[in-house]
């Protein structure tokens, strides 16, 4: 069992910064490509920002050059720094994770609770 806990979400007004938090844990051989993914009440789930084990990132063009994702191998742990926030942002902030789950290099998508953030204009 893997599980992806977020952190970091709350409420601050446009312009402000947070920074978000996923840690994973359980039985982990090894970690692919991890993501962010945002959800707006009344929305489709997109994706916000990934990032390889190897450090290559993408972004959606609407946070780039504000948000920067980034991860800690060592502590399996994934960032999101978010900056010049927008109430556009406001949504429920989701972590993605390809686990590895076997030594034979078997892998599971998992996804966290998400993380409520909540920016006001």
């Known amino acids: 069992q893997v599980q992806l806990v977020e952190s970091g979400g709350g409420l601050v007004q446009a312009g402000g910064s947070l920074r978000l938090s996923c840690v994973a844990s359980?039985?982990?051989?090894?970690?692919?490509?991890m993501g962010w993914y945002r959800q707006a009440p009344g929305k489709q789930r997109d994706l916000v920002a990934t990032?390889?084990?190897?450090?290559?990132?993408t972004y959606a063009d609407s946070v780039k050059g504000r948000f920067t994702i980034s991860r800690d191998n060592n502590k399996n742990t994934l960032y999101l720094q978010m900056n010049s926030l927008k109430p556009e942002d406001t949504a429920v902030y989701y972590c993605?994770?390809?686990?590895?789950?076997?030594?034979?290099?078997?892998?599971?998508?998992?996804w966290g609770q998400g993380t409520q953030v909540t920016v006001s204009s």
């Open positions: 993605n994770a390809d686990v590895i789950i076997s030594t034979r290099g078997h892998l599971r998508e998992n």
């Open positions: 359980g039985i982990i051989f090894g970690i692919g490509t």
């Open positions: 990032i390889t084990s190897s450090d290559t990132t």
